[in-house]
């Protein structure tokens, strides 16, 4: 697990944790209304940079007065996507009935801390590995990702380093 706070935005701590082989997507999908976390499925990240960066503008639009979901943590899902639509968004970064691969984002107001947890990995039926690039380059799929960010037919990444930066770009050029 990573818990960390970014630099501008002090007043909140992100825990972020990734799970592989989970079973129960479709149970935690069914209640995820009821849980102060992020669900996202992990084939659709390339790397941290990428979650990060998407994190960064929930607290702009927040900073700003421009949230448009209920939830900071329903927010992450749009901040992920390449463009406004929140139905979009959910469907393409939430969890599926199939997901093997969960990252649970929860974040927390820092005058709220020390909190008393939901403990994520009492409601995910799989195994926590470590929140990193390595992981990430495991689990995202390519193809999906670049099906979201409709990448040109041209553009033919040779690292998954081209692909967050591509990916990130996206993300910081959305609604501009």
Do not use: W
Request: aromatic share 10%; charged share 25%.
């Amino acid at each position: 697990m990573i818990q960390t706070t970014i630099p501008q935005f002090p007043d909140f701590t992100l825990k972020i944790s990734l799970f592989k082989d989970v079973i129960n997507s479709a149970e935690i999908r069914s209640k995820i209304a009821d849980y102060p976390f992020a669900f996202i499925d992990a084939k659709t990240i390339c790397s941290v940079e990428q979650l990060m960066a998407a994190l960064y503008r929930v607290f702009i639009e927040k900073n700003y007065n421009r949230i448009r979901t209920k939830s900071l943590t329903s927010e992450c899902l749009l901040c992920l996507a390449p463009t406004s639509n929140i139905g979009e968004a959910f469907r393409r970064f939430g969890l599926k009935d199939d997901t093997k691969e969960v990252i649970c984002v929860q974040i927390i107001p820092t005058e709220d801390l020390p909190l008393d947890e939901v403990d994520i990995s009492s409601l995910i039926d799989g195994f926590e590995v470590d929140m990193n690039d390595e992981h990430l380059k495991q689990f995202c799929d390519k193809n999906i990702i670049r099906e979201i960010y409709k990448f040109d037919a041209s553009f033919q990444p040779n690292s998954i380093e081209e692909v967050t930066r591509a990916v990130v770009s996206a993300i910081q050029l959305r609604g501009m």
